[in-house]
């Protein structure tokens, strides 16, 4: 594995499928942490483990920094692995 700029762990889990849920974020640069978290009333434990990954990359301050992302989400892996995440853009999250 390549040196990153920046280490993200992120996890989400929700209480029933759907059920109250919410997600947390650890990002790490260097000797620098910063934690995230959100809760939601309904969700589901696959759009939290998204959300988690999503936040995290929403609070980077610069473009260009080499990421990586730890996940215990099959289902977030496949997504960027598997293409999925470029079908879902392309088709604006739809179907």
Do not use: C
């Amino acid at each position: 594995m390549k040196k990153s700029d920046i280490i993200m762990y992120t996890d989400g889990a929700s209480r029933g499928n759907p059920g109250p849920g919410g997600y947390g974020v650890i990002l790490m640069a260097g000797n620098h942490r910063k934690e995230l978290s959100q809760g939601y009333r309904l969700t589901t434990n696959n759009r939290m483990e998204l959300m988690a990954v999503i936040a995290g990359l929403v609070a980077l301050k610069k473009q260009g920094q080499q990421v990586t992302i730890f996940s215990d989400s099959k289902y977030v892996v496949d997504a960027v692995e598997k293409g999925w995440l470029n079908t879902w853009i392309m088709t604006n999250f739809k179907g």
